[in-house]
């Protein structure tokens, strides 16, 4: 009997070893697991973040373009309306040159200034006239609005 009890005893001891190795084994595979897990989610924040970043990026880049885009068409609206200007201003000032050109630049003698004045007098004296001749104008008197009669409210 104490033969066939050290050899169930025995069997006992394996089977234990057998179960604490079990255990052991389940526990660094539970490890793993959890290891493996982590690292995807790690995995799956940077390509998150990094795809963030390239949309951000993409969009910067995309509306600087536009504002440089927009911010050379002004330029070239602004030279074009300069040379508008310039061009209209020259057009101004050839325009004088000619008239001062066309103009005769000899002083006026006096008798055509005496002439010129005795002109103006007469005009000035016809308004004169004028203005005596007519009479004052009366203001029109108007017949004053007789008031409406409203009909009383039936209550």
């Known amino acids: 009997m104490g033969e066939e009890k050290g050899f169930l005893d025995r069997i006992g001891e394996a089977m234990d070893e057998a179960r604490a ?3 052991e084994v389940g526990g660094s595979l539970v490890k793993k697991a959890g290891v493996a897990a982590t690292d995807a989610k790690r995995s799956v924040g940077k390509a998150t973040t990094a795809v963030g970043k390239q949309a951000a990026k993409a969009k910067r880049a995309a509306g600087s373009t536009a504002k440089s885009a927009a911010k050379s068409a002004s ?3 602004d030279t074009a309306k300069r040379a508008v200007g310039i061009k209209k201003a020259v057009k101004r000032k050839s325009g004088k040159a000619k ?3 066309g103009r005769k630049t000899a002083a006026k003698s006096p008798v055509k200034k005496g002439v010129a004045k005795k002109r103006t007098a007469v005009k000035k004296a ?3 006239r004028k203005a005596a001749k007519k009479p004052a104008k009366r203001p029109v008197k108007r017949a004053a609005k007789k008031p409406v009669k ?3 409210k039936k209550s």
């Open 75 to 77: 330029r070239a609206m």
């Open 150 to 152: 409203r009909a009383a």
């Open 99 to 101: 008239k001062a050109a």
């Open 21 to 23: 190795k079990a255990s």
């Open 126 to 128: 016809a308004t004169v």
